[in-house]
């Protein structure tokens, strides 16, 4: 049952999301360790801001967002997913969909004009992508990145 998470749920969270930066190539392409203190403040901050949010199904998956004022308009919201992980076993079923409408649902309660979703390019980019756009979403930007 997908549930938002509350501190008490900060093992299970803090677990997917050492998980999520191990699979991604984050690490890889970047050179940049997890730092304990970094990823505690982080995952806290997701939990306790109402503009953000964890929503999670035990330790089989989650998504995190957050909600900010359009750049271009502040009296629009803009729900922004900024993780999100279903483990492996738990893939190829219908957790990761559950999850995508579970945040949809959070940003529609919470007045967002306007719904993110990204792909790790490696993980499925061009599966996701098909999913998205069959929920109606519309590729919009490409990010690219190196280390400096």
């Known amino acids: 049952m997908i549930k938002e998470a509350t501190i ?3 093992n299970v969270i803090e677990k997917m999301g050492r998980a999520f930066y191990e699979e991604s190539k984050y690490r890889t392409i970047y050179g940049i360790e997890i730092d304990e ?3 505690i403040s982080f995952l806290v901050s997701y ?3 109402s503009n953000k949010v964890v929503l999670f199904d035990g330790d089989k998956g989650m998504i995190l967002g957050v909600l900010v004022p359009w750049f271009f308009n502040n009296n629009a919201l803009v729900a922004q997913e900024m993780a999100w992980y279903v483990s492996q076993k738990h893939r190829n079923g219908f957790l990761a969909v559950r999850l995508f409408k579970a945040f949809e649902n959070w940003a529609k309660e919470n007045n967002a004009k306007v719904f993110v979703m990204g792909s790790l390019a490696e993980l499925n980019g061009d599966k996701v992508g098909k999913f998205y756009m069959k929920n109606k979403m519309k590729p919009v930007e490409y990010m690219y990145g ?3």
């Open 37 to 39: 203190q970094s990823l």
């Open 146 to 148: 190196k280390e400096l």
């Open 8 to 10: 008490h749920d900060f």
């Open 47 to 49: 939990i306790h801001d």
